[in-house]
């Protein structure tokens, strides 16, 4: 069955450091997220991603956050100068294609990286 | 914007019974999905049950229902035969939906209810 895989599943970090989270999408989707949950809290949508180009992000996707398909599979989210508040599992999200006249497929997501801003 | 609100932040259930999470959802739009998604100590998010709003008919899968009053923004989910496994957070979803291109898909999410199934 298809999956979306994200790497690393655990990343620790330095306040202020760069990061870069990974995401294989499944092959023949063309919707991309980031979806961010703090530790006991609800998971807040980031960004969607279509045809090489962000088509929304959330007041949490400030200049710090970037997204990036670089070579047609992998789905990547940088953090340019990690913040404590920073610290979260990080999930990343596919869609394939709505159908015209039809009402949506579901989004699968990965296993999530849980990044840890010390 | 779209708000999705679970009031029961935890809830419990022995083995083999019934429960009903709860949600109830706030938005002016007329074409839209529902969605619960279930999220394990293993944290990943995964598809229970999805409804379409326009089907007055509630979603069934195995073990799994939903109460779906549209006209009351309501959107409960029952668990029948409760089962250790099931044990995990419940997260319920709103989806909006255009029929044009330029929509983006996103869901929205409730905080979420803690499941705990009691042998």
């Known amino acids: 069955e298809p999956e979306v895989t994200q790497t690393p599943s655990h990343q620790v970090t330095q306040m202020g450091q760069e990061v870069i989270l990974r995401c294989v999408p499944i092959?023949?989707?063309?919707?991309f997220y980031w979806y961010r949950q703090i530790l006991g809290q609800k998971v807040e949508f980031l960004v969607s991603f279509y045809n090489n180009e962000i088509s929304e992000k959330s007041e949490i996707f400030d200049d710090q956050f970037s997204v990036e398909r670089p070579d047609g599979s992998n789905f990547t989210l940088k953090i340019r100068s990690t913040k404590l508040e920073d610290s979260a599992m990080y999930f990343c999200a596919s869609r394939g294609q709505i159908g015209s006249g039809q009402f949506g497929t579901e989004a699968f997501f990965g296993q999530g990286t849980r990044l840890t801003v010390v | 914007a779209q708000t999705v609100t679970q009031s029961q932040p935890e809830m419990s259930v022995q083995e083999a019974e019934t429960v009903t999470l709860s949600c109830t959802y706030d938005t002016s739009e007329n074409n839209y999905y529902l969605f619960w998604y279930k999220q394990p100590p293993s944290r990943q998010m995964i598809l229970v049950i999805r409804q379409e709003a326009y089907k007055q008919q509630n979603a069934t899968e195995n073990r799994f229902s939903v109460n779906f009053q549209k006209a009351a923004k309501s959107f409960s989910l029952k668990i029948s035969d409760s089962q250790l496994g099931d044990t995990a957070m419940y997260f319920c979803a709103f989806m909006k939906l255009y029929n044009s291109g330029g929509s983006n898909y996103k869901l929205t999410f409730g905080k979420g209810t803690l499941l705990t199934v009691n042998p």
């Open positions: 092959s023949n989707h063309l919707y």
